[in-house]
């Protein structure tokens, strides 16, 4: 069956929106073509600047769109016609983004979160606990390697925790943030 | 397909009328997967996950399409969820009142249809935001502004409806609404005011017509479907001074109001003033953990070195003068005189790199922005629900209600971040109730804090203005002057209008003769 995930599921479309709710979906599909990825960057957030320059440097960026504090840029730009749309922004900005892309049609493909508290950051993705848990300050750039494994399909565990070691926290860091992609745009059979 | 059932459906009958809807309105325009009806949930609910989910959601295109849709909710007696934009997140979003209704969403009918430069108006579909309606004046080289609620992807006529308000002098947004056209339950269309002139080049010019005003009997009801609305524009000012006073104490708060109250009554401050508590203002800049770690409010010892570290007030009043720069010139004079009269106060006309005025200046000029969202960073999480209680602008009323619902907020464990508003006569208290979604505990004191600060409020005799779904029976049943005969008003009303009980059952409240009881 064809359809087209840039406009909403619709009525007798089958059960195609009950299959692909919720988080670390669909991924097996995503893996047997090239995707676009476009990384959203919070220029205010040091962390997404960290996650947005690692997909860059890897190679695997198409292109990065950066937001500004004003938050309008998640109103406006996320229009990309097809690929694969990821971030690691603060909580109002990832929530904002989901908002817009679910009524675009956007499929989601996972949600993890990070939260600073006690000296140390929390993290709740799939898999990759020890690397993250490891990384103190530098977990974004794990992340950013283990999303792009994650969207690849090589997928571990799901729904793991890990805490990192006593770290400080960056003055501009909101402290909880928010990883996430969305599919947009894309055909499939 | 979605497993929630309108109440007394059954599957078979609900599928032939979403089959019939489908015919009305395009088949891919009728929702009834998860994954697009989780656009349709409330992200920032203050109740547990899995409540206040539609069972499918319907999007009519035109007047028309909504005209044949009700009478196939009528037909099954299908109960709906009318909204344009959904964008209202303190208070619910999109989400339905009950669990199981069907969505109406208004969203495709976002056309501008009319702007007028002359006269100062647009005329507008229920989909309009803030955003598409400031970038299409732009780009039509209006000199028109726009007031936008603070987050600008808000629609023009939902705002209005729900009786929000924004921060230039076009604040009052059900003010500076004139004339509507309804379509009722029944599928008669009705235009409001001149509206019901064949042919008036007028409607939108003047709310006055023969006969009762109607207009406002559509706002946070569930009466009709309004489907076009006229709002006035401002024309943009030949000068414009936006300035912010800091005041250091919490009992500055009584004098601050006191000073104001006349500047405001006489249009020298024209716009929608505000009084921003310390931590709302300082959470457009930081977050609480980068001060305080801890459970509780934050200690007063750790408050005061905020506002030390950030240049800020226990108190950041905002506001700002339009005009000829003559006459801003006198008034600013007045406006001076009477606020920096108050010992302490600090006058801020420019704060270079300061996220909090760029905000601030921005919606005080008609910039619609998303920057009141980054507040929400100061917890974390996500969960706010605002309690909005609404009074004279009257110092020794601000100062008692500030210390009520502090103390209630920091007997329940969390912060005082709030607001207060002066619109032209009146004075909005806005406190934002913040709180990690993730943390069900918290929600939990979130939710119980709220209903406690509404039975409080009514004791001491203001109510609310506008409030999130889970508390629109509780404020209701606030409104209890005589036997609750203003609520015994919108009862009959609903059941003459709306027989079927079709129209948002609960709105505000206001319940079908059926669903009553429940309530």
Redesign the interface.
Known sequence: MAWDVSRRTVMSGGAVGAAVAGLGIGRSALAKRPLKIIVIEEAEVPESRLFAETFVNSGRAAKVIRIDRTLNGLLHELAIGEGVLVGLTSDPAAMIAEQVLLADGARPLLKWAHHYRKMRWEHRTDGAPALLARASTGWPTVLANHMQDALGGSRQAPDLRCESGHCGLDGKSPGMLVSWAFEVGVQQS | ??TRMPHGVDAATFRKA?DEL?AIVG?????????????YRD??SPLADGEMLPS?AVAPANMEQIQQALKVFNAYKLPIWTFGNG?NFAYGGPAPRQSGYVMFDL?RMNRILEVNEKYGYALVEPGVSY?QLYRHLRQIGSKLWIDPAAP??GGVMGNALEHGAGYTPYGDHFVMQCGMEVVLADGQVVRTGQGAIEGSQHWQSTKHAAGPHFDGMFTQSNFGVVTKMGIWLMPEPPGYKPFMITYEREEDLAAIFDAVKPLKVNQVIPNAAVAVDLLWEVSAK??R??YF?GKGPVPDSIRKKIASDHGLGMWNFYAALYGPPPIIENNWKLVEEAMMSIPGAKLHLNREND?AWD?RV?LMRGE????E??I??WI???GHINFSPISAPDGKEALSQYNLIKQRCHDFGFDYIGEFLVGWRDMHHILMIMY?R?DEAMRKSAYDLFGKLVDEAADAGFGEYRTHLAFMDQIAKTYKHNDGALWDLHHRLKDVLDPNGILSPGKQGIWPQAMRSQA
């Open positions: 397909m979605s979403l489908a088949k891919e325009w009728v929702f009834v997967d998860e994954l697009p009806l989780s656009a992200a920032y499918a964008r969203k955003f600008g992807w930081t977050t953990r980068h770690d996220p905000y921005r619609p922005n998303m920057t969202f980054s929400m960073n974390g999480g996500g990690d993730a």
